[in-house]
């Protein structure tokens, strides 16, 4: 680990609780640590303030499904009580987990999204972005002292709406958690084949994913004939408000904006565009393509204003 921290520093960042750890521990520590999606200066760089949502979201329905099983409790008290405790998201936590931090990106203050892959339209998002946080911290808490979440469908509700998530398996995957004590086992396995999919797709490398994938196998929750529809590729941070389309519309037209909106949304959650909305974003495309064929110059300088643009946003 490069950073040598003071027993101050560590009590700080532990929760008043003044901790020396030895040589051996620093070593543990960044092993932990190198494992972890939220890494700093690392792979969240690679993360959009999109992907952050999303995840978090993802982590909260992996932890509401193990909860299900008594068996599995002891660990989701434990992953909940590390991230409970430091409710306003106000600093980076290299020893909290991976959904302390995402929150942390999604609410933090300015450098919290600087770390991201495009702090420009991180900070943009931000602005209009208002996650219920009380609730989730009081789902947390819940969770981490073993007690039953109260009004957890409100709260997922709540973060699906303000975090704009609109895929429509993770709306299944909430519905159904909600009533789950009513679901046969095959719509149960279902569920959570769904959840395994996104979870090996987006959470790859977090520090949820072991755990989760072994809940899976011991509890036999994986079916073998169902399609995997997730993408893997991090979700680019596209803005469709009306002041965007009011300077679309110099792009496709005036008749074009309403279709354009559509396909905007739809390049955004990684759904396919139907010929129409294509059609109307097209002018757009042109655009671009008689720059590549009037050659390199002008692709660069279309790269340079490109540039110049995201530092002014």
Not at 102 to 126: H, M, R, T
Not at 174 to 179: H, K, S
Not at 219 to 246: C, F, M, Q, W, Y
């Amino acid at each position: 680990m490069a950073e040598k921290y003071t027993a101050a520093e560590w009590a700080a960042m532990e929760g008043g609780h003044e901790v020396i750890p030895s040589e051996e521990s620093f070593s543990f520590l960044k092993d932990l640590h190198e494992s972890r999606m939220t890494k700093d200066n690392g792979p969240s760089q690679k993360l959009t303030y999109t992907d952050c949502i999303e995840r978090a979201y993802l982590i909260l329905l992996a932890l509401e499904t193990m909860r299900q099983f008594e068996d599995f409790q002891p660990y989701v008290q434990r992953y909940t009580k590390k991230t409970a405790g430091f409710e306003l998201y106000k600093y980076y936590r290299i020893m909290g987990t991976d959904l302390y931090n995402f929150i942390y990106f999604v609410v933090g203050n300015d450098s919290a999204q600087n770390k991201l892959k495009d702090p420009a339209a991180a900070k943009a998002l931000k602005a209009k972005t208002r996650l219920p946080v009380p609730a989730i911290n009081r789902y947390i808490n819940s969770l981490a002292t073993g007690s039953e979440p109260t009004l957890a469908s409100k709260m997922f509700i709540d973060f699906e709406t303000a975090g704009k998530i609109t895929n429509a398996d993770y709306k299944a995957i909430r519905r159904n958690l909600a009533t789950w004590d009513r679901l046969t086992k095959a719509e149960r396995r279902l569920l959570a084949t769904r959840l395994i999919f996104a979870v090996r797709a987006k959470l790859r490398n977090s520090d949820i994913i072991e755990d989760f994938e072994k809940f899976a196998a011991v509890k036999d929750l994986e079916k073998t004939n169902v399609t995997d529809p997730e993408p893997t590729i991090s979700r680019p941070d596209i803005s469709s408000t009306p002041g965007d389309l009011a300077l679309y519309r110099y792009l496709v037209g005036n008749k074009n904006l309403a279709l354009t909106k559509k396909f905007l949304e739809a390049a955004k959650d990684g759904k396919a565009a139907s010929a129409s909305m294509v059609q109307a974003y097209l002018p757009a495309i042109e655009m671009i393509d008689t720059l590549v064929q009037a050659g390199p110059a002008y692709v660069q300088q279309l790269r340079a204003l490109h540039s110049r643009a995201k530092k002014r946003q």
